[in-house]
């Protein structure tokens, strides 16, 4: 039997319904941007895989880092030791992170990165002898699938049996250049009773809306607005961190930076599992106290893994370095020529772009789950390429290591799909 089969015995699949018989495709192999699969098939990674393998699949640079790790120190619990990676990361990244930042805690993913976050905000008010329990965050945003992080999400396709479950939080729209007198409005209303402990944004990019993109200014005031009622913000930047947007973190691109921000997917390359919440030294101070109860009792066993530190060292440093930075700024050039080039096509409905992410909307109603959704994937993976329809929503984010011919294929391929389908 191939992968695929063997696969249906006892695989539980994440966002298939399992009635309608899925199939999974075997991938084998992995290098720079291709895939390939089982039957020897080659595919382009043109999400790098849920934005995560931004320097490209088993960078040797990256693996090689992760290699030397192994063989001097694969785990160590974090809660009474510490480790040379862990201290280095931490390091590193305060230097590269929004001003600010001062304090690294460490996760098993994006998810619980926000719990965490949610968590720090809750207590922080809690700690100081005052009751804030609701939250603000953005109509149909994406911050994970834990309880917390469902609470602040708005997409019912993921929070549905569990709405009358979640924390309290007031939605508001995202800011679009022309709400701004309205957004105030809403915020000044649900400010009045002095119950908010936190805002929670995806800064820029709600990435799993469709990679809708809001206006910088407007969050900026909206941001200034929570600093001034003393609500703690908390940017979720597990998607648009480490490069995409153009700049090392979509907060970069605003004046007013973030209380707590929320790490993970390209933290680590793609290679291992791990996330980091960050927080200014306010946040953190407001723990410290004679009574061990007002501490962070908030922990993961593999916190800190040595390995998967070694393996954000090597990103960090790839990151930085003029090769990838001026791939960053190429692929952001030639997605602005492609959107250039189908903006007026007859079934493009809108197109936004930023850094390293491109998406076009179709000029018709799609369900974010459908066979017309479904139709458009086979029909890229049939030309060998992955890209992964949000809705009626295609979205490019490749690795910085991809090829211009890689891209070009891309390109074509989407041109491809407009002009069949």
């Known amino acids: 039997m191939n992968l695929r089969e063997r696969d249906q015995k006892h695989l539980w699949h994440p966002l298939k319904q399992h009635q309608l018989q899925p199939e999974s495709l075997g991938i084998v192999k992995a290098k720079g941007c291709v895939l390939t699969d089982e039957d020897g098939n080659e595919y382009i990674d043109a999400i790098a895989t849920w934005y995560t393998c931004m320097f490209g699949h088993c960078n040797d640079f990256i693996t090689s880092r992760v290699y030397a790790q192994m063989q001097q120190l694969d785990q160590?619990?974090?809660?009474?030791?510490?480790?040379?990676?862990a201290v280095k990361l931490s390091e590193e990244l305060i230097k590269i992170l929004p001003e600010g930042q001062n304090k690294i805690f460490?996760?098993?993913?994006?998810?619980?990165?926000v719990e965490a976050s949610i968590k720090m905000a809750l207590q922080y008010y809690f700690n100081k002898g005052k009751k804030r329990s609701t939250f603000i965050a953005f109509e149909n945003g994406f911050h994970g699938d834990t309880?917390?992080?469902m609470g602040?999400?708005?997409?019912s396709v993921y929070n549905g049996p569990f709405e009358d479950l979640l924390i309290d939080v007031k939605r508001i729209p995202t800011p679009n250049g022309e709400n701004h007198e309205e957004i105030l409005s809403l915020l000044k209303d649900y400010a009045s009773n002095d119950d908010i402990a936190g805002f929670v944004y995806e800064p820029l990019v709600q990435g799993a809306a469709g990679?809708?993109?809001?206006?910088?200014?407007?969050?900026?005031?909206?941001?200034?607005?929570?600093?001034?009622?003393?609500?703690?913000?908390?940017?979720?930047?597990?998607?648009?961190?480490?490069?995409?947007?153009?700049k090392h973190f979509a907060s970069d691109?605003?004046?007013?930076?973030?209380?707590?921000?929320?790490l993970s997917k390209a933290l680590t390359a793609g290679l291992i599992p791990m996330a980091i919440t960050s927080c200014t030294q306010e946040i953190y101070d407001a723990f410290l106290s004679d009574d061990i109860a007002k501490g962070f009792f908030h922990c993961h066993t593999y916190s800190a893994n040595p390995v998967a530190c070694s393996a954000a060292i090597a990103g960090i440093e790839l990151l930085q370095t003029d090769a990838i930075q001026k791939n960053i700024k190429e692929i952001?050039?030639?997605?602005?020529?492609?959107?250039e080039q189908v903006k007026n096509h007859p079934k493009i409905k809108s197109t936004r772009h930023i850094g390293v992410i491109l998406a076009l909307d179709l000029n018709t109603k799609m369900a974010r789950y459908g066979d017309l959704r479904d139709k458009l994937?086979?029909?890229?993976?049939?030309?060998?390429?992955?890209?992964?329809?949000?809705?009626?929503?295609i979205y490019i984010q490749v690795p910085y290591v991809i090829t211009k011919e890689e891209l070009e294929k891309v390109y074509r391929t989407i041109e491809e799909a407009l002009d069949t389908l």
Not at 332 to 339: G, L, P, T, V, Y
């Open 377 to 393: 994937l086979k029909f890229f993976m049939s030309r060998g390429v992955f890209l992964r329809p949000l809705g009626n929503t």
């Open 147 to 149: 309880f917390g992080a």
């Open 152 to 155: 602040v999400s708005g997409l």
């Open 332 to 339: 952001s050039i030639a997605h602005k020529a492609f959107e």
């Open 106 to 113: 460490f996760n098993d993913n994006g998810s619980t990165a």
């Open 76 to 85: 160590v619990m974090f809660s009474d030791f510490t480790h040379e990676p």
């Open 253 to 262: 691109h605003i004046e007013t930076k973030p209380d707590i921000i929320c």
């Open 211 to 246: 990679m809708k993109i809001h206006d910088a200014e407007g969050l900026n005031e909206i941001l200034k607005f929570c600093k001034e009622h003393q609500i703690i913000t908390i940017a979720d930047e597990v998607m648009t961190g480490f490069g995409k947007t153009g």
